[in-house]
């Protein structure tokens, strides 16, 4: 059996490093019905709808929702440039539990169930500061929640829970914040819908202009253990570049989610040509909260093999082009984890929106680190005259795979091994 043959697809043996991700979007429409933005929402695997009750099952959900958009399908693929609403719960606008997104595309809404208090009022003050915009989720017109409807871009209302009373909380938003933009849910036909625009609200949303849609696609889970030693080396001081891009580089999922999230998420308008580039311009900070997020998320760990495979190969194109090794260590990486999710190579680097130099690398085995690529896969499926077409030795292929699988199972040993 070769190497590249042990990479299993979604539903082979090594199954158990691949998830399904799924999140629901529900649109949100003007008063000409026009698309303006998109809600978010939490879908539990196997259904359409979260029944979730306690705090800890809230930010487990909130966790999946936003590790999913900025992680697995990327901002673009679900919204293109429109702002996302994603509900969150008090531990994250308190600062207990960090917001790992930046605030270019997204807006931060208060549930109805979060207490409004001196604590949470500072904590939006400060999200404000850092340039988040927040919408006040089902507001009913109660009078502890009028704080933070004063300070808040968006203000929710509820038209089927607010029934006779609508007209009036609308009013009463208007009175606190007059420059808030109104969204009224459950809007379920054109009748209510001209009620609402006669009542002066902004923006729409319910059934009677979009149902919700579930979106899916599969992914390669994050190692808990990779990412607890990732925080205590990201909480530390002294933690060495190096150090870390070694942590975050020996999980292909985590690695996968960190240059998509620098991409999707407007962290830089420079191009990501490898995963070294994409820590440093994510930042130590940014790094620790996506970290953490995924903690919450409740990752699981990968399956060893399939780990140490598509590390040997990242490691094998390094190793043969030392003049551009972060580059060749990021194309084979890709590689092999289109291998492993059963994608196309061409999807995956759409999704995570790397250079030009890597994609004419992965897709066309193009230059120095394409050609180091077509070599190592040649090696993996044991095909000689293939590997010498690459313009590498068969020796010179050999010394560097079996180079590279040696520092991948070291490296799966130490990250796996119980402290």
Avoid at 379 to 396: I, K, N, Q, S, T
Wanted: a negative charge; glycine letters at 10%; proline letters at 3%.
């Amino acid at each position: 059996m070769t190497a590249r043959s042990r990479l299993a697809a979604p539903g082979g043996q090594a199954g158990a490093s691949v998830s399904t991700v799924r999140v629901g979007r529900q649109g949100i429409y003007d008063g000409e019905r026009d698309l303006v933005a998109y809600e978010l929402l939490f879908r539990a695997h196997g259904g359409t709808t979260a029944d979730l009750s306690s705090g800890a099952e809230q930010d487990h959900a909130t966790s999946q929702v936003i590790s999913a958009t900025f992680g697995d399908f990327g901002v673009e693929q679900i919204a293109g440039d429109k702002p996302l609403f994603i509900n969150l719960t008090r531990g994250f606008f308190t600062g207990e539990l960090p917001v790992p997104c930046s605030p270019r595309q997204v807006v931060l809404e208060l549930l109805e169930d979060v207490e409004v208090d001196e604590e949470l009022l500072t904590g939006l003050d400060r999200l404000q500061a850092q340039g988040y915009r927040i919408a006040v989720d089902d507001f009913d017109g109660e009078e502890s929640r009028l704080p933070a409807v004063a300070r808040a871009e968006y203000v929710k209302v509820d038209l089927a829970a607010t029934g006779e009373r609508f007209e009036e909380v609308v009013a009463l938003v208007r009175r606190h914040n007059p420059s808030a933009l109104v969204i009224v849910e459950r809007v379920e036909d054109d009748a209510e819908f001209e009620r609402c625009a006669a009542a002066g609200c902004d923006l729409f949303q319910g059934y009677g202009l979009q149902h919700p849609v579930t979106l899916e696609s599969v992914s390669l889970t994050p190692s808990q253990l990779v990412c607890l030693r990732l925080v205590r080396a990201l909480t530390g001081s002294d933690a060495p570049i190096g150090e870390i891009e070694q942590l975050v580089s020996s999980d292909p999922g985590l690695s996968l989610r960190v240059l998509r999230t620098v991409s999707s998420a407007g962290y830089s308008t420079q191009e990501v040509s490898s995963l070294r580039q994409a820590i440093v311009l994510l930042g130590r900070r940014q790094l620790c909260s996506w970290v953490v997020l995924m903690l919450l998320g409740g990752v699981t760990s990968v399956d060893t093999e399939s780990l140490t495979t598509v590390l040997a190969r990242a490691a094998a194109c390094a190793r043969l082009v030392p003049t551009d090794a972060d580059v060749a260590y990021t194309v084979g990486l890709l590689s092999g984890v289109a291998t492993v999710l059963g994608l196309a190579e061409d999807e995956l680097v759409e999704t995570t929106g790397v250079a030009l130099s890597v994609r004419a690398a992965l897709l066309e085995g193009r230059g120095d680190v394409g050609r180091a690529l077509r070599a190592v896969l040649s090696y993996e499926d044991d095909d000689p005259e293939r590997l010498g077409e690459a313009g590498h030795a068969v020796y010179e292929v050999s010394r560097a795979y079996l180079a590279g699988l040696s520092t991948a199972m070291t490296t799966v040993d130490a990250v796996l091994e119980q402290d």
